[in-house]
Structures are given as C-alpha cells and as structure tokens.
T-cell receptor, first 114, second 109 residues
Framework: GEEVAQTPKHLVRGEGQKAKLYCAPI?????VFWYQQVLKNEFKFLIS????????ETGMPKERFSAKCLPNSPCSLEIQATKLEDSAVYFC????????????FGPGTRLTVL | GQSLEQPSEVTAVEGAIVQINCTYQ??????LSWYQQHDGGAPTFLSY????GLEETGRFSSFLSRSDSYGYLLLQELQMKDSASYFC??????????FGTGTRLQVFP
C-alpha cells in the first residue's frame, strides 16, 4: 500500500496481560521502525528492521518487549505482561533505503493498560 | 547520550512568521529533521538538513549549524492549520530518529 498501516487503532489491556500490535510498511519499503510516544510528549525509539532482520534494537526493553518482521506478514510488536507505564501510542514508520531523510509514520496504536 | 531541547510552546497570529529552535547534545549524527504532529495524528515529515545552512520547502524552512549544535524551523505566512506540535529529530547512523522535546504551536486569528 501507499501508506503505513497499523492495527488495532486502540487496545486496552489489564496489567499483566499480553498486547500485540501490527504494522504493514509501505510496499517496497525495506526498513521498519517502532517508536513509543507517552502522553503526546517525546518519542522513544524501540527497534528497527531491515526486511526481516533486526537492524537496531538499542531501545527495546528486552524483558517484556519483542518484535518481528517476517516475510509476507505484517511486522509485530508484542508486550508480555503489560505494565501501567506501557500505556502510550506506538507508532510504526517505514523508509525505502538506509540514509533516507524521510520516515513515513503510520496512524499509531493507542495502548491503554488498566 | 543524546538530547534535543525545544521550547514547550510558541504562539503567533495568522500571517506571521515563527521560528522554533532546537538545541542538541550528541556525539554524532547524519542530519536533523523536522516533523509536524496534529493532535491524535501521526508525525509527518517537513524538512531535513544534512548539511549546515538553510533548506527551503514552500512556507517552511529549516536551518542547521553543527558548530553551534543548533537548528531551527521557520514557518512563514502562518495559517490556522499550522497549529500543531513540531519535533526536531536527529538521524542516528542506524537511521533511528532521536526526537526533541516538542514545541506546541498555537496560531490565533
């Protein structure tokens, strides 16, 4: 597609439950990035992929967060045992090549942990 | 570490010019970008500076000075629809974006 697609739009989980978010990058884009935005404030980089390979995972809280980009499937971000502080909007972005100046963002998934 | 500071809020009237500053501390980066985000929306790319100097894109211009660790976004002929949050972001060498603290721009009639 011509836009980055993210599902679901909203997700509500009780503390300790699992959450799984999905992202379909723009067709032809080989780089995918995940960012977390808490309370409309700063964005925190989580992880990036080059095709199905992890490119940079320096932002991932590895204890509970995991992510995958498999061929012919949407990329996914999974949070095991969610905590209240995981409540945020999770944005996925894609770009076509390394060093490209523009990242194209999806509409985000709003995760609320109760 | 890397940090980027922006003013939290800027106000202006329609038709005016406004400058949003971004000061940063970092050990290295490829370039500086600017993104716009309306409430509840996705960030959208506005401008990118790989080199020092001014880049102009329509009503928006962006400036970078690596020696001063400083950049700014200049918005001209402000319109009501420009009311949004604006973020500067450094491009790390792995292409991840390190975002600034964000500036909320309010345009009044």
């Amino acid at each position: 597609g011509e836009e980055v697609a993210q599902t679901p739009k909203h997700l509500v989980r009780g503390e300790g439950q699992k959450a799984k978010l999905y992202c379909a990058p723009i067709k032809g884009h080989s780089y995918v990035f995940w960012y977390q935005q808490v309370l409309k404030n700063e964005f925190k980089f989580l992880i990036s992929f080059q095709n199905e390979n992890v490119f940079d995972e320096t932002g991932m809280p590895k204890e509970r967060f995991s992510a995958k980009c498999l061929p012919n499937s949407p990329c996914s971000l999974e949070i095991q045992a969610t905590k209240l502080e995981d409540s945020a909007v999770y944005f996925c972005a894609s770009s076509s090549r390394q060093g490209e100046d523009t990242q194209y963002f999806g509409p985000g998934t709003r995760l609320t942990v109760l | 570490g890397q940090s980027l500071e922006q003013p939290s809020e800027v106000t202006a009237v329609e038709g005016a010019i406004v400058q949003i500053n971004c000061t940063y501390q970092t050990s290295g980066f490829y370039g500086l970008s600017w993104y716009q985000q309306h409430d509840g929306g996705a960030p959208t790319f506005l401008s990118y500076n790989a080199l020092d100097g001014l880049e102009e894109t329509g009503r928006f211009s962006s400036f970078l000075s690596r020696s001063d660790s400083y950049g700014y976004l200049l918005l001209q002929e402000l319109q009501m629809k420009d009311s949004a949050s604006y973020f500067c972001a450094l491009h790390h060498n792995t292409d991840k974006l390190i975002f600034g603290t964000g500036t909320r721009l309010q345009v009044f009639p």
